[in-house]
């Protein structure tokens, strides 16, 4: 399945602006992005009580259809949705019907008459998360949990809720984003959300082949260089190369990537003195970053694990919310 897109602020907004669906990142307004990433902050602070869950979803069915294979995505937002006590089915694909030939819908519509209130979706293609937004019952929500090389908006807001917690804000900030732009979802959602967030110096720093046609369109400043790319950013954030969407070719080998656009600590002190640097995981130490630097003071990797949970609570909660306040305008409507 190949799926295009279609522009989201359409599918993913109830008609008073709130959160439905989320899906991208791309068309939302500033005050929704900000909304999230407040409803999030509220939420940093659950993982540190003795009881460490909030009654906000608490009746409520969140199914994990993952199609991909995924360690923090999957398992913050089984976090994310316990801890605001949800029932949480996570759907194990490679032991689902759809090893026998079912399709997409079809599961979908066995989902839903189990009578479940949100699906959280990673898949390979881009545009399934949309696609399945446009095809599942009203009453349901749908989350991106990453869809190909398209969007992932959840990382993309808690790299933002990262940056937001140790530099206050993204007024003045540089930050660069290095690797692998071709193949990332990651680095997609990141422009979009610092774009609209108001990071005035947004920079990519990769070799050409791994940088997408037409990146320029994203308001940001192209580098082939790291010594040029880093110098004095608040921020790094690195990606990993995304073998699994490499047509091949694309690089002459792991060894020159790293000798090149490796993160090392030499590389780093080019950077703000006080720069953080991030990544969304998983790292492949010694391609595309030094060890030294991943387990380093300036990193706040496994801090972008835990504000993850915080975030993904923020969404599913909006979300919920978003979907009722909707039903019940319908409701009303058709009265
Ligand atoms: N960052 C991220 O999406 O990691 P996973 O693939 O482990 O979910």
Redesign the pocket.
């Known amino acids: 399945m190949t799926l295009a897109p279609p522009p989201s602020s359409r599918v993913q907004l109830t008609e008073d602006g709130k959160l439905r669906h989320f899906l991208s990142v791309e068309h939302l307004p500033r005050s929704l992005l900000e909304d999230i990433l407040d409803t999030a902050a509220s939420f940093v602070d659950v993982g540190g009580r003795a009881i460490k869950k909030v009654p906000l979803l608490r009746g409520k069915t969140v199914v994990n259809l993952f199609f991909e294979?995924?360690?923090?995505?999957?398992s913050t937002f089984e976090l994310a949705a316990k801890r605001l006590s949800a029932d949480v089915l996570n759907l194990d694909i490679a032991k689902s019907a759809t090893s026998k030939g079912e399709t997409l819908l079809d599961t979908l519509r066995n989902l839903e008459a189990m009578a479940a209130d949100m699906f959280v979706v990673r898949h390979g293609d881009s545009g399934a998360a949309h696609f399945i937004a446009e095809h599942v019952c009203p009453q349901v929500a749908i989350i991106n949990g990453?869809d190909g090389r398209h969007a992932?908006p959840t990382?993309g807001m808690l790299d933002m809720l990262t940056i937001r917690r140790h530099k206050g804000s993204f007024e003045n900030l540089s930050v660069a984003i290095v690797g692998d732009i071709l193949h990332s979802r990651?680095a997609r959602s990141n422009m979009l959300a610092l774009k609209t967030l108001g990071c005035p110096d947004i920079r990519v720093i990769a070799p050409k082949t791994l940088l997408p046609v037409g990146i320029e369109q994203y308001g940001v400043k192209v580098y082939t260089d790291m010594t040029t790319g880093l110098k004095d950013v608040d921020v790094v954030i690195m990606l990993r190369l995304q073998r699994e969407r490499m047509a091949g070719g694309l690089l002459p080998s792991e060894g020159e990537f790293y000798r090149l656009f490796g993160l090392t600590t030499a590389r780093l002190a080019g950077a703000k003195p006080d720069a953080i640097v991030m990544h969304?995981?998983?790292i492949n130490r010694g391609v595309e970053i030094e060890s030294a630097v991943a387990d380093g003071n300036q990193s706040v990797i496994l801090n972008q694990v835990t504000y993850g949970i915080a975030v993904r609570m923020a969404v599913l909660s909006m979300a919920m919310s978003g979907q009722t306040a909707q039903r019940q305008f319908e409701q009303e409507k058709a009265q």
Request: cysteine-free; charged content about 15%.
């Open positions: 294979s995924s360690t923090r995505t999957r990453g992932h990382q990651v969304p995981g998983p």
